[in-house]
């Protein structure tokens, strides 16, 4: 299947109330693992490479990239790449050439003027490359280690009528909103301002998106949905659950050194946690969808390891 466009699929969400779910990738085995649970579900999906994920690649965008496509174009659901957190302006201009169709220019640590100056200069060099641009107004907190700011300081919160002149003076096409998540949480309580979330719903007319969704609760992301979130970022959670199910596998076989049957039971972990999250958002409660037959492009099956290694791969579930 040719690669989606981000933007096509968000502005199809927000037309129907809904939202595409957007997982960051760091490895071959998170792309296989989003292909394959969105594939389960049925659903569109963006695939979602961020700044912090190219420079633990040797600052090398390609690699990842070029797997990502590859594994877009064979998928059976829609699927499109998104250049994620962009500060460098060097990396923004990689995206067109790499195949994403958006990138997410990420200047909310500068003072309001700063942050509307680069944004404004991002948006014009990305939209005549026939990029699509999200933003970021407020703090959303978490990247890389720094604590969120207190709710009640400046800059914390999204506030609906600087939002409203930011849209308007970047030109963006849709903006990441701090409504109470954090990046990196790795317990679902967050607790969403969702009263907020409805000014700006009105205030605006870009989709909205929802950072650190890794750290709500479902009944939080179903909310949002209802109250105008079209694009619902995911991380944390993946990494949760690929690590938890290493760990649980090597504790329980500490002879296994074959690289293949840890990262397949990572991987199989994580499909799972991208097909429940699609669930949450659709509303379906996370129920896969009927499997696609063999040879269908869904999800590749690893390797048998050699006999002589000892290891052996979970049966597939």
Do not use: C
Not at 10 to 20: D, F, H, K
Not at 59 to 77: D, I, W
């Amino acid at each position: 299947m040719p690669l989606a466009s981000t933007g096509e699929l968000v502005t199809r969400a927000a037309a129907a109330r809904s939202a595409v779910a957007a997982f960051n990738v760091i490895t071959l085995e998170h792309i296989e693992a989003v292909v394959a649970g969105a594939e389960s579900a049925g659903s569109p999906v963006v695939l979602q490479v961020s700044e912090n994920a190219v420079k633990f690649r040797y600052g090398r965008l390609l690699p990842l990239a070029r797997a990502a496509v590859a594994a877009a174009e064979r998928a059976t659901v829609p699927v499109a790449l998104h250049l994620d957190h962009v500060q460098s302006d060097d990396l923004l201009r990689q995206a067109a050439g790499a195949g994403f169709s958006s990138v997410m220019y990420d200047a909310a640590r500068l003072p309001y003027a700063d942050n509307l100056a680069a944004t404004r200069a991002a948006a014009d060099w990305a939209h005549g490359q026939g990029l699509w641009i999200e933003a970021e107004l407020g703090q959303i907190g978490g990247k890389d280690g720094r604590p969120p700011l207190d709710a009640h300081a400046p800059g914390a919160r999204t506030d609906p009528a600087r939002a409203r002149d930011f849209v308007t003076g970047t030109g963006v096409d849709a903006l990441a909103v701090a409504i109470g998540s954090v990046h990196a949480m790795t317990t679902r309580t967050a607790v969403l301002d969702l009263g907020l979330l409805k000014r700006l719903s009105g205030a605006l007319t870009v989709p909205l998106v929802l950072h650190g969704s890794s750290g709500v609760p479902d009944e939080g992301l179903v909310a949002a949905v209802g109250d105008g979130i079209a694009k619902v970022n995911v991380g944390t959670a993946l990494n949760a659950a690929m690590t938890g199910a290493i760990r649980d596998f090597l504790a329980a076989r500490p002879e296994a050194v074959d690289s293949r049957t840890y990262l397949s039971v990572g991987r199989e972990a994580m499909a799972a946690e991208v097909r429940r999250i699609i669930g949450v958002l659709s509303g379906s409660g996370g129920r896969p969808a009927p499997e696609e037959p063999s040879g269908s492009g869904g999800r590749p099956v690893p390797e048998e390891p050699s006999a002589a290694s000892g290891d052996r791969p979970p049966s597939p579930a």
